[in-house]
């Protein structure tokens, strides 16, 4: 058996376009949401749409 990629791929769909991704933690950017608070997000390739992620 081969390991074609080490890692932990999570999947979530695009609320604006049902666009299904596979997203990894170097794909997630943070974003100043007010003035103290970050949070994480993945844009879809498809749309540009933010998506909010954990």
């Known amino acids: 058996m081969k390991i074609i990629?080490?890692?932990?791929?999570k999947q979530i769909e695009c609320?604006?376009?049902g666009s299904v991704l596979?997203?990894?933690v170097k794909d997630?950017?943070?974003?100043?949401v007010n003035m103290?608070?970050?949070c994480n997000y993945v844009t879809c390739p498809?749309?540009?749409n933010e998506?909010?992620?954990d």
């Open 51 to 53: 998506i909010k992620v």
């Open 15 to 17: 609320s604006k376009c």
């Open 46 to 48: 498809v749309c540009e």
């Open 28 to 32: 997630i950017h943070k974003q100043q």
């Open 5 to 9: 990629r080490k890692g932990n791929p």
């Open 36 to 38: 103290n608070k970050y």
């Open 22 to 24: 596979e997203y990894e």
